[in-house]
């Protein structure tokens, strides 16, 4: 089975920086896309950034210039530097896989990402 380890969340003030881990295990099939969607209290889940394994990168308009998404495919590892943070910014951020091969998803448990002052 696939299994996604999220780390790096935390509080910030804004204009702060966060980086963001997901390390997937397991059997990984290797077209897949890699990334962070997020959810703040009271509205829908948004993509934030993904990169594919050939590293095809979307960010989503609110987080261009400001975020930057990478991957190491040999670690399995996706990383989210989050430069001028903003309040509004303060989400839950959920790593996700989203496999080619019969379009599965796999979810990471969650980071909380704060920016306040």
């Known amino acids: 089975q696939v299994q996604l380890m999220e780390s790096g969340g935390g509080l910030v003030q804004p204009g702060g920086s966060l980086r963001l881990s997901c390390a997937a295990s397991?059997?990984?099939?290797?077209?897949?896309?890699m990334g962070w969607y997020r959810q703040a209290p009271g509205k829908e889940r948004e993509l934030v950034a993904s990169?594919?394994?050939?590293?095809?990168?979307n960010y989503a308009d609110s987080v261009k210039g400001r975020f930057t998404i990478s991957r190491d495919n040999a670690k399995n590892t996706a990383y989210l530097q989050m430069n001028s943070l903003k309040p509004e910014d303060t989400a839950v951020y959920y790593c996700?896989?989203?496999?080619?091969?019969?379009?599965?998803?796999?979810w990471g448990q969650g980071t909380q990402v704060t920016v306040s002052s």
């Open positions: 996700n896989l989203h496999e080619h091969y019969q379009y599965t998803d796999y």
């Open positions: 397991g059997s990984i099939f290797s077209i897949n896309r």
């Open positions: 990169i594919t394994n050939v590293g095809i990168i």
